[in-house]
Each structure stands twice: as C-alpha cells, then as structure tokens.
C-alpha cells in the first residue's frame, strides 16, 4: 500500500501580507507627516525671522501644530503684529487664527480668523473689528492668487477730538490674482472686490446719502512687486518711484437711488498724493460734497462735453466731464469740487 503524499502546507503570506504593507504604508506616512511638520515649522521661524527684521514682528500666542495624517493646521489662540514702518507703532491683535494646508495639496494655505479684532494706529486713532465669518485663502503656484470672504465685517474708527466713525458691509468678497498675460516686467495684479450692504462715512459725507451701498470694483495695480514689503511708507514710495499705477478698469457704486460708473488710472504724485484721471457717470446724486447740484448732471455733462445716452453707459446714466486729481485738489472738467485739499498718504 503507497503511503499517501504529505499534505502541502500553504503560504499564510497572502493573508498577512496586506496586512504588514498597511501597516509599512501606515508607518511610512506618519514619518513623512511629522518631517513635513518640523520644516514647517522651522519654515515659520525663519519667515517670522525675516519678518522681524522688516520692521515686523508677528507673535503666535501658544503655538501649535496638528492635523495629523491628512492636514498640517497651525493654530494660535491669538495673533498679533506689530510694525513700526509707519513711524508710530502700529499693532494689530486678532482672536484665535487657523492656517491650513493640505498635504495633497501643496501650495494652498486656508486661513480662518475668529472675531474680534483690534488696530492701534497712528496719531493716536484705533480701529475695532468685528465678522461673522472670515476666510482667507492663498496660493503660491502659478498664477499667484489671494481670496478673502467676510460676512458682515464692521468696523469703528476712534480718533481723539473726533466722533467714531462706524464702517461695515453685509458681504465682502476680495480677489487678487498675478496677470498671467501681462509682460513679466509690468508685475501686474488683477483685483476685484465686491461690498454689498456697506456704511462708508466719507461716501455718506460726500454725497449726503445715508443709506445702505453696494461696490464692485475690477482694476489691476502694476509694479505690485513693491508690496512684498508690505502697505507701509517705504513699499508705497517704491511703487511710486517705479511708476506703478493703479488701472481701474470698472467701478459701478450705487448707494439708494444714487450710482456712479466709472473707470480711470491713478497713481501718486511727488508730494505723494492720490493723482489722476476718471472717466464717470452717474445719476440719483443730489449733492457732492456739501455743494447741491439737484438735476445739473445733465445739464453739466452736455455742456462741458459730456454725452447723455452714451451706448457704454447704462441706462439713466449720464456720462460726466473727466475728473481729474491733481495738485491734491478734485476737478470736474474746468471746476474744482469745494472739497478739503487730498492729504498726503505718508
């Protein structure tokens, strides 16, 4: 009788091996996670290096990073700067701040800011903000872009000797964008922002008009290049000296039955006041600046060149002389507006 074949073991390698490689993959990823995190980490202290060395110093109120496996999420229970290139001290100090980034993702930071915040500025003056939501994101990958969501963000402006002034909007949404179709020497950045429900008290002195407006305005700002030092005297001096311009390409203001459209170029002038040329028309608008102009826009426009009806403007408007902005005074056509001289902005 043949003895019978010894039964062949089978490989247990099919039944544990997926196993083992989730386990390696699973290893694998945490290590690069946390190395991920460290030069991240060493990263924030370098740029906060460099920042300090600009006049800038950025304080993380206890500090922290997670969002393990998938996210890297750099938190502070409050955050704040502080910078001297105004000459005075300004600092600014916000609620608990998140920063986001997705490992799939490199190159995309998502920045989520928790109400209130507070602005000391110059001379004295201080700003008190308030949202219900704010969100910020921004990509350094080509084209360079930047995008920030507010819901009902408000604003006081303290001065001393004054009365505070109260700024806010239901909704703010603004976009900046690198022109990818501009020459690389122009340094060109697309903008658009859109304010609905806004309470801008200038605007309110300036027309006499106390309601609720909506803004949206589309422009580019060539030789941006020389904000990378921030909004500050020297960056502004900068983009003057490097004939930087600020190209508005659309602007529509209504404000209740008063609305403006326009478009222009500015820039600064050698005494660093706001200069420049606007094309504009309006309607609903029953003064300017104190000054009552009832149903003159019309009668201004046909005389000094002026066309009502124009087929680029939108129904009910009419197109007005061009404002100019020069010697820090506001000009329509020939006539300067009786408005307070521009100031210098630094």
């Given at each position: 009788m043949t003895d019978p074949l010894p039964t062949r073991r089978r490989s247990r390698f099919w039944l544990y091996g997926p196993f083992m490689l989730l386990v390696v993959l699973a290893a694998a990823w945490s290590a690069f996670w946390f190395y991920a995190r460290g030069r991240i980490a060493t990263e924030i202290d370098v740029a906060l290096a460099r920042e300090a060395e600009r006049g800038?110093?950025?304080t993380c109120a206890d500090r922290s990073i997670g969002g393990f496996p998938f996210r890297?999420?750099?938190?502070?229970?409050?955050l704040t700067l502080t910078s001297t290139r105004w000459g005075d001290a300004v600092r600014v100090e916000t609620g608990p701040t998140v920063a986001v980034g997705q490992i799939y993702s490199p190159g995309l930071v998502i920045l989520e800011v928790s109400s209130p915040a507070k602005a000391l500025l110059p001379e004295g003056r201080a700003l008190d903000l308030t949202w219900k939501s704010l969100d910020a994101s921004f990509a350094w990958r080509s084209p360079e872009r930047f995008a920030l969501v507010a819901s009902e963000p408000r604003g006081v402006l303290t001065t001393p000797?004054?009365?505070a002034e109260n700024w806010g909007a239901a909704t703010l949404e603004a976009h900046l964008r690198r022109n990818p179709t501009r020459p690389a020497t122009?340094?060109?950045?697309d903008i658009a922002i859109n304010a609905k429900g806004t309470i801008l008290p200038p605007i309110d002195a300036l027309l006499g008009n106390t309601e609720a407006g909506e803004i949206d305005l589309q422009a580019t700002l060539t030789q941006a290049e020389s904000f990378r030092k921030g909004f500050n005297p020297d960056a502004l001096e900068s983009w003057?000296?490097?004939?930087?311009?600020?190209d508005l390409t659309r602007l529509v203001s209504t404000k209740g039955k008063a609305r403006v459209d326009g478009s222009g170029q500015l820039l600064l002038d050698p005494l660093h006041r706001v200069a420049g040329d606007l094309q504009l028309a309006a309607a609903g608008i029953e003064q300017i600046g104190g000054f009552r102009i009832g149903n003159l826009l019309g009668g201004l426009?046909?005389?000094l060149g002026g066309r009502g009806g124009n087929t680029a403007t939108a129904p009910g408007l009419t197109t007005l002389p061009p404002v100019s902005l020069r010697e820090g005074r506001v000009f329509i056509g020939?006539?300067?507006l009786p408005l307070q001289p521009l100031p210098p902005l630094y």
């Open positions: 800038r110093t950025w890297i999420e750099l938190r502070c229970n409050a000797g004054l009365t122009d340094q060109a950045v003057r000296a490097a004939n930087g311009m600020f426009g046909g005389f020939p006539f300067r």
